[in-house]
């Protein structure tokens, strides 16, 4: 059994559609598809919600996600 204890992060996001693109494709190309789950509400043209299991410190994802504008939170 694996006893690790896994660290979730939680982001939701706001209208900067360039910017959160940029988390998007980043994270679909430096994560396994298990390690992370995104939603996109109906008509939306990218994630408004991402959520990544097993969070280890990414300071190029931290960067992008800090470079989104809008009426976005994000849970520490």
Same mark, same amino acid.
């Given at each position: 059994?694996?006893? !690790? &204890? %896994? ?6 996001? /706001?209208?900067?559609?360039?910017? &959160? ?14 390690q992370?789950?995104m939603? !996109?509400?109906? /008509? ?5 919600? @991402?959520? &990544? ?7 190029? @994802?931290?960067? @992008? &996600? %800090?470079?989104?504008?809008? +009426? /976005?939170?994000?849970? +520490?």
């Amino acid at each position: 059994m694996d006893t !690790r &204890i %896994l660290q979730e992060k939680e982001y939701s996001f /706001g209208y900067d559609v360039e910017n &959160i693109r940029r988390v998007e494709e980043y994270v679909v190309n430096n994560y396994p598809k298990t390690q992370f789950r995104m939603s !996109r509400g109906y /008509g939306d043209d990218c994630i408004n919600y @991402l959520k &990544i299991y097993d969070f280890k410190r990414d300071y190029e @994802l931290n960067e @992008l &996600i %800090l470079a989104c504008d809008g +009426e /976005g939170w994000f849970e +520490e």
